[in-house]
């Protein structure tokens, strides 16, 4: 056994626990610890990724955890770090989201060997619990004023918005949870987001209380940027690990896009990386920041991570094509295997054949929203093409057969980030 805290910590991944007790019960023996996911969409996204990767750290260090999805709580929805309620979803929804939720995990925990995860869905312990016996077996053990107290809900009952008694009650809800697995999985311990403490506090405080038994918790850092702004979300949505709602291309540019002081802190807790290893890249990278080596590392152990190495280098090829410099001649099969997940647009190639104004061009890729705007950038040579290092030449008024960097293909760049692969058909 390792000391599986200990390591959590050198990474980042612990912000409070109840009792630290907990680091020294890891380091004797092996211990049940528990997750839970709640199905309130068909994907989790880079949010839910540091408590999926605790998980597996526990695992690697010999523990057994515990993933459990929330298709019971999710018929309520988690008012913590919430400005407003939940939609509720319906009971065919839970169901669907449930099992994209389970395929998911899976990717990511080993469900074979000694200390094997376990997947588990609330719903088989809470859907048929009666009302009336729940109050009497569960809620006489919660105190008002204990409730009230709880961060998440004391933030949410100053809100506009409010909070209702659905809400309210999550929380006996999750307690509930951590005391059935407590006594029918010998689970000890449950971790989450620190956004999780008061409901995480509920269930230690409700074992104590109706059997006496030791339990403890532990919360993780929410995924923040350098700003500390909570991280998760693109202009185009949530940043997804299902590769259907957010392609391995779009995943790998969203790590290539962090800035350079989050290299480090991104490296150690988002990687199973040594961190020795992790030193030497951080190293590497503060010697030359213009080449980005940190956010490339970080962009391609990502991608591997959630999609696997096959599309990490799919997704590294891609980018190779669309920013590097100096682009050579390269084939329809080549940039036709990275076309799907990339920015892309089809043009008739008679218009090319024609010699197709820059400025249609542009338009036609949706690089820029006016022609006003096309001649600004043009202007200001913050146009490229197939990367050259030089801007558009100002004498070039139209792109022809010539221009092209494969048989019916070139890249179009609008100023460090925004790009676009044209494929000319007929």
């Known amino acids: 056994m390792t000391g599986i805290i200990d390591t959590l910590r050198e990474r980042g991944l612990v912000q409070d626990i109840t009792d630290e007790a907990l680091a020294e019960k890891c380091r004797k023996e092996r211990i049940t610890v528990y997750i839970g996911f709640d199905p309130t969409a068909s994907s989790l996204h880079i949010g839910h990724l540091v408590s999926i990767l605790v998980l597996r750290h526990f695992q690697l260090a010999g523990h057994t955890p515990l993933a459990v999805v929330g298709g019971g709580t999710g018929m309520i929805g988690d008012p913590s770090g919430r400005s407003a309620e939940r939609n509720l979803l319906t009971r065919e929804e839970l169901e669907e989201n449930v099992e994209a939720l389970r395929a998911t995990l899976k990717r990511f925990l080993d469900f074979d060997g000694e200390n ?4 588990l869905n609330n719903a088989d312990w809470l859907a048929e619990y009666r009302f009336l016996d729940f109050l009497r077996d569960v809620g006489k053990y919660f105190r008002l004023g204990d409730m009230l107290g709880k961060e998440s ?21 999750q307690a509930y949870d951590f005391r059935y697995l407590y006594e029918h999985h010998n689970c000890i311990a449950q971790a989450g ?12 405080d409700y074992i104590r209380r109706t059997v006496g038994g ?8 929410l995924l923040t940027n350098a700003q500390g702004e909570k991280m998760g979300k693109t202009a185009e949505g949530a940043v997804w690990l299902d590769s259907e709602r957010f392609s391995p291309y779009k995943f790998y540019q ?11 802190r991104f490296l150690r807790m988002l990687t199973f990386m040594p961190l020795e290893e992790v030193s030497a890249v951080v190293r590497e990278h503060e010697a030359n920041p213009s080449e980005r080596l940190g956010q490339r590392r970080l962009a391609r152990e990502m991608t591997a991570l959630v999609h696997g190495e096959a599309e ?13 410099r100096n682009l050579q001649k390269m084939s329809d099969e080549q940039l036709r295997s990275i076309f799907p997940d990339v920015p892309s647009v089809r043009i008739s190639r008679n218009e090319l054949q024609a010699g197709l104004p820059v400025l249609d061009l542009l338009l036609q890729s949706n690089l820029v929203p006016s022609k006003k705007e096309a001649k600004r950038l043009l202007s200001q040579g913050g146009v490229y093409l197939n990367n050259s290092a030089d801007s558009w030449p100002g004498d070039r008024r139209t792109v022809g057969p010539d221009d092209l960097l494969s048989e019916s293909m070139l890249v179009l760049r609008a100023g460090k980030k925004k790009y676009c692969l044209v494929e000319f058909t007929p």
């Open 312 to 324: 990490a280098a799919k997704a590294e090829e891609a980018s190779m094509a669309l920013f590097g």
């Open 254 to 264: 969203f790590w290539m896009q962090q800035e350079d002081r989050d290299v480090d």
């Open 116 to 119: 094997a995860a376990v997947l």
């Open 193 to 204: 987001g620190s956004d999780q403490w008061g409901n995480i506090t509920a269930g230690t």
């Open 214 to 221: 030791d339990a403890y918790g532990m919360t993780t850092p």
């Open 153 to 173: 809900v004391r933030r949410r009952m100053e809100s506009e918005s409010g909070l209702s008694y659905t809400e309210f009650s999550y929380q006996l809800l």
